[in-house]
């Protein structure tokens, strides 16, 4: 059974940081585009960060300089390092994976499996 799982979550004050992990389990995921999304009360589902199968990152323009995305292909693991965080970075984060993609799209169509998400609260 494919899985993604997230970690990493949590309540911190605006400035702040925090570390998200995502496990993928399954089947090996290093030939896939990996990605994180975030989803605010009330609003969709919005990309946040991706990184290509050869390792190339793509951010969306509000966390640029602020956050990084890395992953592990050894370990099946994609992560996200979240800096300078801000209240509007409050969000459940979701971890996704594009089957076989060569480069990290921003649209969420695009991706195959993914986790059940992680509450990441920004306090101002």
């Known amino acids: 059974q494919v899985r993604l799982v997230e970690s990493g979550g949590g309540l911190v004050q605006a400035g702040g940081s925090l570390r998200l992990s995502c496990a993928a389990s399954?089947?090996?995921?290093?030939?896939?585009?990996m990605a994180w999304f975030r989803q605010a009360p009330g609003k969709e589902r919005v990309f946040v960060s991706g990184?290509?199968?050869?390792?190339?990152?793509v951010y969306a323009d509000s966390v640029k300089g602020r956050f990084t995305i890395s992953r592990d292909n050894t370990k099946n693991t994609v992560s996200l390092q979240m800096t300078s965080l801000k209240p509007e970075d409050t969000g459940v984060y979701y971890c996704?994976?594009?089957?076989?993609?060569?480069?990290?799209?921003?649209?969420?169509?695009?991706?195959?499996?993914w986790g059940q998400g992680t509450q990441v609260t920004v306090s101002s």
């Open positions: 996704a994976s594009d089957y076989g993609g060569i480069r990290a799209s921003s649209e969420s169509r695009e991706y195959t499996y």
């Open positions: 399954g089947r090996s995921f290093s030939n896939d585009a």
């Open positions: 990184i290509s199968r050869s390792g190339n990152t």
